[in-house]
Nanobody, 126 residues
Framework: QVQLVESGGGLVQAGDSLRLSCAAS????????MGWFRQAPGKEREFVAG????????IYADSVKGRFTISRDNAKSTAYLQMNSLKPEDTAVYYC???????????????????WGQGTQVTVSS
């Protein structure tokens, strides 16, 4: 199994940037595709971004495309979510997730991911 710990959340103003980190431990990090999800108050958890095992393939939700960048450093067993031009509607708890896979794809469905972090709060004020 893999354990995931997110960090980097906080309170920022609209237009600011944040970088979230997801540190993994327990298993070989490069065996997992990674994803970021978020859940706003009163809403269901939604997909934000995904990255393949090698980092060669990424995918984004339309709402963050062009503003957010997902990346990973397999040597450091860490995934990142760089968030630029933040908007109040980006306010949510952000979760990283891992999917053990032998394939090179970028899963997007919540049910595809078997391992989750505890979440980190991002609040964007207007």
């Amino acid at each position: 199994q893999v354990q995931l710990v997110e960090s980097g959340g906080g309170l920022v103003q609209a237009g600011d940037s944040l970088r979230l980190s997801c540190a993994a431990s327990g298993r070989t990090f490069s065996d997992y595709a990674m994803g970021w999800f978020r859940q706003a108050p009163g809403k269901e958890r939604e997909f934000v971004a995904g990255i393949s095992r090698s980092g060669g393939s990424t995918i984004y939700a339309d709402s963050v495309k062009g503003r957010f960048t997902i990346s990973r450093d397999n040597a450091k067993s860490t995934a990142y979510l760089q968030m630029n031009s933040l908007k109040p509607e980006d306010t949510a708890v952000y979760y990283c997730a891992a999917k053990f896979t032998i394939y090179s794809g970028t899963p997007t469905r919540e049910a595809d991911f078997g391992f989750w972090g505890q979440g980190t709060q991002v609040t964007v004020s207007s």
